[in-house]
Nanobody, 124 residues
Framework: QVQLVESGGGLVQAGGSLRLSCAPS????????MGWFRQAPGKEREFVAT????????YYADSVKGRFTISRDNAKNTVYLQMNSLKPEDTAVYYC?????????????????WGQGTQVTVSS
């Protein structure tokens, strides 16, 4: 069974940085489009960033553009989300997602696989 496992979440002060990792198990995701989403309490899950299979194309939500960077290392079968200049409004559970297509995707409904999420809390 395919699983996506996120790691790297935690508590950080505003202005700080965190790097999230997503390592699929049970399958090689090197040809998959991958994405990061987040969900704050009482809110819907929202798009954060996405990357195509090669890493050559990325797309970001306006709220994180210029602060977050999505990348991937297909040799390690891992996708990353580098988060800089964090703000309290970035506090949420962050989810990794994958789709068995080579392009990138920014809609929740387009993804086939999801991780369990990792908590990111930014204090003011």
């Amino acid at each position: 069974q395919v699983q996506l496992v996120e790691s790297g979440g935690g508590l950080v002060q505003a202005g700080g940085s965190l790097r999230l990792s997503c390592a699929p198990s049970g399958r090689t995701f090197s040809s998959y489009g991958m994405g990061w989403f987040r969900q704050a309490p009482g809110k819907e899950r929202e798009f954060v960033a996405t990357i195509n299979w090669s890493g050559g194309r990325t797309y970001y939500a306006d709220s994180v553009k210029g602060r977050f960077t999505i990348s991937r290392d297909n040799a390690k079968n891992t996708v990353y989300l580098q988060m800089n200049s964090l703000k309290p409004e970035d506090t949420a559970v962050y989810y990794c997602a994958g789709r068995s297509r080579r392009d990138y995707f920014y809609s929740v409904g387009e993804y086939d696989y999801w991780g369990q999420g990792t908590q990111v809390t930014v204090s003011s």
